[in-house]
């Protein structure tokens, strides 16, 4: 189909087909738009005209209030007036001025452009103009700035109105977009309502059309706020069809039943060299009850770091092993599947059971593998551990039952994909696993098809870790501290830097210089081990033994100990350059500590005098996980806590994640649409945003 704005046909041919149009026609084909300036807008990720529609403004100004002249105060104002004299100059080569004096019936004010020559020639001293700008100081005298000045008989783009400031390009400024939306006016007021009518009015919601008016052209800024609230309830709405969506697909699937056996069940708990938390009773328990049905299980358990969830999901695999099916187990980190290997090796060993457990990863040698996908493929091993590994196309399963995800949020939504697929047609039970605690708005809506368990208390004995802010000037003061009361008494310190790229090695320390310090200097009686993550990895596998195995008293590493290393003696930690970290990050990390039945400390290094940050002074005063999340969520965006490459495909326009009473009302509207007996075809543009949602957010 081709079309053309230029024609203004797409009144003609009804409102679906306006939207059809938008989609297809580049921006190219616009008044005013040529190649140059499209590729301008390609810069900006704008191709199609729908694309520049959904341009939002990232701010506006307000110049809706008309002062008379007489009565105008310093800052952004807006006059009716006729401009009396105007006379542009250069100053110097470069550097070009225009004055203009403007006049309404209480006085005349000074008008300055800078390097703007055509102002003199376009300007007639006979029209009266709205004038909109900054009234500032300007050379000792009160004056309005580089002011945008329009006819008061055209439609006003730039002057007295709120005026929508748009991110820019090289060369291609919010002005020019304002006027290439403005031409755009008739066909936006046109726009089909996208959203089921009955939810429009039982919401409160203004139209599609009202909506994508008032984001470009506002006139108050309620009308920006009803805008917001619209498009925003009409993302989370989409999203969250997409979810439900989904999980009524995930329902459909076939998959193996994992019968519960009791028995079997407290022999292993049993054999536990503890007493499992009431918290992991309850959630071990619903995952054998999950297992034990048709449709597969899809379930993500939240715990804090050192909740004990291994031991859960040991369980649920042991559940699936005596039922002769498979258990694929993937971790984020070679040394964390390494160490969950040996973990679980040895509580199964405890009730005797019989499991083949075969470890899987990238560092293995290429014959080693191949044993292991033979053992894999022959169902010899049933009990399969790895990395990435895993979802190697060499990998095939031949009776997966059960996938279990460590630290999910590590993982792509296809990684994790691909492991389901080596299911072979049935679909396995799933249960994600994460020690970074959800913000409930998020749950909702990215992770709305998961059913989600949470392991609330820590096995008991364990001490809140005291957590305390340092200041650089104090480091090795601290160092000595912890040498003389933990270290002396056998106790071990895990030190974290940053990671650190070239240039910044100046500001920040590194994890060589810090175990050249530590090494040579401040704790130069100890045995001082380093990590980081270029080493090869036999060389790291063989630091974390030593320090796992008591040889060495202090580990100086990056973020690689993040997830998962389980070293109880270790009471202590580190962190150089802390305000580097986020605080789900800070949170994680400290978690390393306390593991034992000892007080664990943690130790935040600045690396500056300033005044800590808000976030560094909510880590120091909580150890609630959950709490640290939400505030990292309104810090920093859903990045902080999903990784950049989720939360940058989601790109909610409008909508935050923080707005608690929009998500729910928007996910409550999605619930009754599907109890409906509507479908979605029957709104197409509903049913194509779904679409792409389901597949950013599908987890199954
Ligand atoms: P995470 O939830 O961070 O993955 P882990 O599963 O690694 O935690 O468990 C942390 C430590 O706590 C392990 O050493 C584990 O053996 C121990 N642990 C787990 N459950 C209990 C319990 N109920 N009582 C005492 N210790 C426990
Ligand atoms: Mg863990």
């Known amino acids: 189909?081709?079309?053309?704005?230029?024609?203004?046909?797409?009144?003609?041919?009804?409102?679906?087909?306006?939207?059809?149009?938008?989609?297809?026609?580049?921006?190219?084909?616009?008044?005013?738009?040529?190649?140059?300036?499209?590729?301008?807008?390609?810069?900006?990720?704008?191709?199609?005209?729908?694309?520049?529609?959904?341009?939002?403004?990232?701010?506006?100004?307000?110049?809706?209030?008309?002062?008379?002249?007489?009565?105008?105060?310093?800052?952004?104002?807006?006059?009716?007036?006729?401009?009396?004299?105007?006379?542009?100059?250069?100053?110097?080569?470069?550097?070009?001025?225009?004055?203009?004096?403007?006049?309404?019936?209480?006085?005349?004010?000074?008008?300055?452009?800078?390097?703007?020559?055509?102002?003199?020639?376009?300007?007639?001293?006979?029209?009266?103009?709205?004038?909109?700008?900054?009234?500032?100081?300007?050379?000792?005298?009160?004056?309005?700035?580089?002011?945008?000045?329009?006819?008061?008989?055209?439609?006003?783009?730039?002057?007295?109105?709120?005026?929508?400031?748009?991110?820019?390009?090289?060369?291609?400024?919010?002005?020019?977009?304002?006027?290439?939306?403005?031409?755009?006016?008739?066909?936006?007021?046109?726009?089909?309502?996208?959203?089921?009518?009955?939810?429009?009015?039982?919401?409160?919601?203004?139209?599609?059309?009202?909506?994508?008016?008032?984001?470009?052209?506002?006139?108050?800024?309620?009308?920006?706020?009803?805008?917001?609230?619209?498009?925003?309830?009409?993302?989370?709405?989409?999203?969250?069809?997409?979810?439900?969506?989904?999980?009524?697909?995930?329902?459909?699937?076939?998959?193996?039943?994992?019968?519960?056996?009791?028995?079997?069940?407290?022999?292993?708990?049993?054999?536990?060299?503890?007493?499992?938390?009431?918290?992991?009773?309850?959630?071990?328990?619903?995952?054998?009850?999950?297992?034990?049905?048709?449709?597969?299980?899809?379930?993500?358990?939240?715990?804090?770091?050192?909740?004990?969830?291994?031991?859960?999901?040991?369980?649920?695999?042991?559940?699936?092993?005596?039922?002769?099916?498979?258990?694929?187990?993937?971790?984020?980190?070679?040394l964390l599947a390494r160490q969950h290997a040996e973990t679980i090796h040895t509580m199964l060993k405890s009730v005797g059971r019989e499991s083949e457990i075969i470890l899987l990863v990238g560092s293995m040698k290429a014959a080693q593998k191949k044993v292991a996908h033979q053992f894999i493929a022959d169902g010899t091993a049933n009990f399969i551990v790895g990395t990435h590994a895993l979802i190697s196309d060499a990998v095939a399963m031949k009776r997966l039952g059960l996938v279990i995800v460590d630290e999910q949020h590590r993982f792509g939504v296809e990684q994790r994909k691909k492991l389901q697929l080596k299911a072979k047609g049935r679909m396995p039970?799933?249960?994600?696993?994460?020690?970074?605690?959800?913000?409930?708005?998020?749950?909702?809506?990215?992770?709305?098809?998961?059913?989600?368990?949470?392991i609330k208390h820590k096995p008991h004995g364990r001490l809140p870790i005291k957590t305390k802010l340092v200041a650089p000037g104090e480091r090795k003061r601290l160092y000595k501290k912890i040498d003389e009361t933990e270290l002396v008494a056998g106790h071990q310190l895990f030190v974290v830097c940053p990671l650190i790229q070239g240039s910044e090695v100046l500001t920040a320390l590194s994890v060589e210089q810090v175990y050249d310090d530590l090494k040579n200097r401040v704790l130069k009686h100890r045995k001082i081990g380093l990590l980081h993550g270029k080493m090869a990895a036999d060389k790291k596998e063989q630091v974390m033994e030593d320090f796992v195995a008591g040889k060495l008293d202090v580990l100086v590493s990056t973020t690689v100990i993040e997830v998962g290393v389980d070293v109880p003696n270790a009471t202590t930690m580190v962190i150089e350059g802390a305000d580097r970290f986020g605080l789900a990050q800070l949170h994680q990390l400290r978690g390393r500590v306390g593991r034992g039945t000892e007080q664990g400390h943690c130790y935040l290094i600045m690396s500056d005098t300033q005044a800590p940050s808000k976030r560094l002074r909510a880590i120091e005063s909580s150890t609630d996980g959950f709490r640290l999340s939400e505030l990292d969520l309104e810090i920093r965006g859903p990045g902080a806590i999903y990784g950049a490459q989720q939360s940058g495909q989601l790109d909610l326009r409008v909508a935050k994640l923080t707005d608690v009473a929009l998500i729910e009302s928007a996910r409550q509207a999605a619930h009754e649409f599907i109890e409906s007996d509507q479908s979605i075809n029957d709104y197409p543009e509903l049913a194509e945003h779904v679409e792409i949602y389901r597949s950013v957010t599908n987890l199954s």
């Open 1 to 334: 189909m081709t079309c053309s704005f230029r024609l203004e046909s797409g009144f003609w041919r009804g409102f679906h087909a306006i939207l059809d149009c938008m989609r297809e026609t580049p921006v190219a084909e616009l008044k005013g738009v040529g190649t140059e300036v499209a590729k301008k807008f390609a810069h900006l990720g704008i191709t199609t005209v729908q694309d520049l529609i959904e341009f939002y403004p990232r701010r506006y100004d307000d110049f809706s209030n008309i002062s008379p002249i007489a009565k105008l105060q310093p800052g952004k104002i807006s006059v009716q007036a006729k401009v009396i004299q105007i006379k542009g100059r250069y100053v110097r080569r470069g550097m070009h001025i225009t004055e203009a004096v403007a006049s309404d019936a209480t006085g005349s004010v000074r008008l300055v452009w800078f390097n703007q020559p055509y102002r003199e020639k376009g300007t007639k001293t006979t029209a009266e103009y709205y004038i909109s700008g900054e009234f500032t100081m300007s050379r000792g005298r009160l004056a309005i700035m580089n002011p945008a000045m329009e006819l008061v008989s055209d439609f006003q783009l730039n002057t007295v109105r709120i005026v929508p400031i748009y991110r820019e390009s090289k060369g291609l400024k919010s002005t020019r977009i304002r006027k290439i939306v403005g031409e755009l006016r008739s066909q936006i007021a046109m726009l089909p309502e996208t959203l089921p009518q009955a939810i429009v009015a039982r919401h409160g919601l203004i139209s599609h059309a009202a909506a994508q008016m008032s984001m470009h052209f506002p006139s108050t800024s309620q009308d920006v706020d009803a805008a917001r609230e619209r498009l925003g309830f009409e993302e989370i709405f989409q999203l969250s069809l997409a979810s439900l969506l989904n999980k009524q697909a995930a329902q459909q699937e076939n998959t193996h039943k994992i019968a519960f056996k009791e028995a079997v069940a407290k022999e292993f708990v049993g054999a536990l060299p503890f007493t499992l938390t009431d918290s992991q009773r309850a959630v071990a328990w619903r995952i054998c009850q999950d297992m034990d049905q048709d449709v597969p299980m899809n379930r993500l358990v939240e715990g804090d770091v050192g909740s004990g969830k291994t031991v859960v999901a040991t369980l649920a695999a042991l559940m699936v092993i005596e039922n002769k099916f498979q258990v694929a187990f993937m971790a984020p980190t070679e």
């Open 429 to 454: 039970h799933i249960l994600n696993m994460t020690a970074t605690p959800i913000p409930r708005t998020l749950a909702l809506t990215l992770y709305g098809e998961l059913d989600i368990s949470i």
